[in-house]
């Protein structure tokens, strides 16, 4: 993403990550992290937000720290 980003030195971050102009090559970075993300979460399938990446997470952290769900 650091290497996308630097594709356009004079915008701040604000503008890199505004929906409306964030370039497209960004948003691919970004998915392609998110998906390397979940495989490392232990996700059988890619997941939609953030809100399933942390269910996912504290599901495994009370698995490991052998807790009740």
Do not use: W
């Not at 980003?5 to 102009?21: E, I, K, Q, V």
């Amino acid at each position: 993403m650091i290497d996308t980003r630097a594709l356009h030195p004079g915008r701040s971050l604000a503008d890199h990550y505004n929906p409306l102009t964030m370039d497209p090559a960004l948003v691919k970075a970004h998915d392609v992290l998110d998906r390397e993300v979940d495989r490392a979460f232990g996700a059988s399938r890619r997941l939609a937000n953030e809100r399933q990446r942390l269910e996912l997470l504290f599901q495994s952290y009370r698995a490991l720290t052998n807790e009740s769900a």
